[in-house]
Structures are given as C-alpha cells and as structure tokens.
C-alpha cells in the first residue's frame, strides 16, 4: 500500500495543480515531490499523469487515485484520533459539576484513587448541558444538584452543601440565629465568579440586591476580606477557600433556611461506558451525605 505521507502529497498535487506549487505548500523541494509522484506510479502500476514541457497533470486514473486517496487519508486519521482519544480516556477523567466544591470532593478523590490519572475539571450550571457531555461522552462523570433515574446511568448521593450569609460583626442581622432570603434581599453582595447553579438561585431570590460579581476568585477574596459587603459562604467551601476566608474572624455565619439554601450532590456516570470509574462511585457511596 502506498504510504500515507506519499498520499497526502498527490492530494496537495490535485489541489496546487504544479509540483512547485506542492512543493511550496509542504515545504518540500520540487524534485523530492517528483520522485514521490514517481514512486505513486510504480506502486499503482499505472499511469497517472500526463507529461508535457509544461509538466505533468492528472489523468482519468490520477483523478480517482486522488479521489480515494482523500478517503484514505480521511479514514486514516480519524483511526489514530480515536485510538489517541481512547487513550486519553484511559489516562484522564473528566468531570462537569453543577457547582465548584462537589467538583473540588470528586477531584480529591480521584487524584486518591487513580495516582497516574488526570483530571480537568468543567463547571456548569445548565443541567442540560451537562447530560449532553455525559451522553456524547466528553465527560466521564457529572455532578447534578437533583437525582436522575435515566436507564445506563448510576446515580450516587454523595454530599450536601447549605448556604450561609457572612455577615459583619454587630451588623443589625447578627443578632438572627436563621435568615431568608427576604431578610437581606436588596443588600449589596459579593460574589465569586464562578459558583455554577448557585448563581441563578442568588439572581431569583435577590432581585432588589445589587450582586457584585468578580472577575477572578482573587478579587472576591480582597474584597471579602477588606470590605463589609456581605458574601455567601458553605461549611464545606470553607474547608476549600482561600485561608483567611476559612474563618473570618470580622464576620457571623448564619445559616439561609429556604429550601433552595440547600443543595444535595449526586454524582453520575456511565458505568458500561466509564468501568474504571466503578471504585470511584463506590468510594462516593461509602462518602454518605455530609
């Protein structure tokens, strides 16, 4: 069989129509690109160019030599895409979560478990979005807010996470033990900018509130930090955040009780599809709601 590169040569020809003109596409010299035209012939065992004084040119047989070389070349490397592709899913392990700390539980995990295996990390707050990934197989294991019993998935509760109001020091709310959302409604607040789903529960039960979203996670710390602008926090988060936002010594945590306050994780995947991930959902079993 003609060899690939050999192949990819006679297409270029077909498409600059001179040998200097595939030449200059390859950054080949125009005689090494003759002999390869050559070497094609003796292959084939047919001609496949006329020859004048102004060069050569494809015949009826070069024309379908081009014609099924491009299928060739198409098949050829959609062959080595995939096996590199099924590759790297051996080697690393995607996730999509509906919110940064579950993604953060998951991570540690499996950086515990897989000692040679990547993760890269997606966060989302589209549900939609999300079952997409897992369903064409960008993503090995997704992490939804809500339970879901679609035939070939597994589904594992694995965490809960409530929110709670980082309030200034002597602050007219301090003194509540417990907030709604209409307590503080119309407040300033900062927020981080990348908190997934928790970003449309704060935009439906604060219209009236200016939410301050920041660029980077940096700026939100400085600002939380430095200012007295209330900011949303989680027990579970704290044990991720920056160090001085761990316990903020300026600031009373009160619990949010509205239902939407809290969410609970459940951490879905293929298993037909991703078997190397069996230990992981397993170890989540095990995990139980926090």
Not at 240 to 269: G, M, N, Q
């Amino acid at each position: 069989m003609p060899d690939i590169d050999h192949l990819r040569q006679l297409v270029a020809f077909a498409d600059k129509g001179t040998l200097s003109g595939t030449a200059r596409e390859l950054h080949m010299s125009q005689p090494a690109v003759s002999r390869t035209m050559q070497r094609l012939e003796t292959e084939f065992k047919v001609d496949l160019f006329d020859r004048s004084n102004n060069g050569i040119a494809l015949n009826d047989n070069g024309h379908l030599a081009v014609t099924l070389a491009r299928h060739v070349i198409e098949q050829y490397d959609s062959m080595l895409a995939s096996v590199r592709q099924f590759d790297a899913r051996h080697r690393s392990i995607v996730i999509a979560a509906c919110a940064p700390v579950p993604m953060l539980v998951i991570r540690r995990m499996i950086e515990r478990l897989y000692l040679s295996v990547s993760v890269r990390q997606i966060l989302d707050g589209d549900d939609a979005l999300l079952m997409r990934m897992l369903v064409s197989g960008d993503c090995q294991l997704i992490v939804l807010n809500h339970p879901i019993s679609d035939k070939g998935l597994t589904c594992v509760p694995f965490m809960r996470e409530s929110l709670t109001l980082a309030v200034p020091k002597g602050h007219i709310l301090e003194r509540f033990e417990a907030l709604h959302f209409s307590d503080f409604n119309g407040y300033n607040i900062v927020l981080n900018p990348d908190i997934g789903f928790w970003m449309d529960v704060c935009r439906r039960h604060l219209p009236a509130s200016h939410l301050l979203v920041q660029r980077t996670s940096d700026a939100f710390g400085v600002i939380a930090e430095n200012s007295d602008i209330f900011y949303f926090s989680t027990s579970q988060s704290r044990d991720y955040a920056a160090k001085v936002l761990r316990s903020d010594a300026r600031r009373t945590f009160i619990p949010i009780v509205d239902s939407e306050a809290t969410a609970t994780y459940y951490a879905v995947c293929r298993i037909g599809r991703s078997p190397s991930l069996t230990a992981l959902m397993e170890e989540l079993g095990r995990f139980g709601i926090q």
